[in-house]
């Protein structure tokens, strides 16, 4: 088979949605990391994009195209930007914003709480529920369709919640829990 006819990577081409989310589901995310999402792809079609075309069309105009450097980075990065634009897109359709702040002053766990938590050996620690596409492990972020995350959902301070992890059940006791102030 011609190579012109054949997909450059199966394996690459589309960023997969993560699971959790059912097909025609919701992907619950706070206005900022939503307007986080819109402005990197606000940047990708109206500023990288338009730069990576005009160097892939002034390497085109050099001539030979097989062994030119700039066109075929160019037309990579092309590729890249075009499927990360695809990514961002269906996402931000799927987004359903939730504003956590409105919870402001709760007991209860929702969305965008910041949790409190002790675990039976009175180890304390502490876990943000965010959308699957802000959420950062390094700041002790978790996404809202994460086994913590479930189990913390709709309890209360005060309440012990079981977690199913790899080596057995974990009991994680609420000890308190915040939201961010609204804005005013």
């Not at 897109?89 to 409190?116: C, N």
Request: charged share 30%; glycine share 8%; net charge negative.
């Amino acid at each position: 088979m011609n190579k012109a006819f054949t997909r450059e990577s199966d394996d690459q081409d589309e960023e997969e949605i993560p699971s959790g989310i059912a097909v025609g589901g919701k992907n619950y995310m706070t206005p900022q990391g939503h307007a986080r999402l819109k402005a990197e792809l606000f940047d990708l079609i109206d500023v990288q994009r338009p730069q990576v075309v005009e160097v892939v069309s002034w390497a085109a105009s050099n001539g030979d195209r097989s062994e030119n450097g700039d066109y075929l980075y160019g037309k990579k990065r092309l590729r890249e930007i075009d499927r990360r634009i695809r990514f961002l897109t269906k996402r931000l359709e799927i987004a359903e914003v939730v504003d956590p702040s409105l919870h402001a002053g709760s007991d209860q766990v929702f969305f965008g709480a910041t949790v409190h938590c002790e675990d039976e050996q009175g180890e304390a620690f502490v876990v943000t529920i965010m959308g699957i596409d802000e959420a950062d492990s390094a700041q002790s972020q978790i996404t809202w369709i994460s086994p913590m995350a479930k189990a913390l959902l709709k309890s209360r301070v005060g309440d012990v919640v079981r977690l199913q992890t790899p080596s057995g059940h974990r009991s994680i006791e609420v000890i308190d829990v915040s939201y961010p102030t609204p804005s005013a």
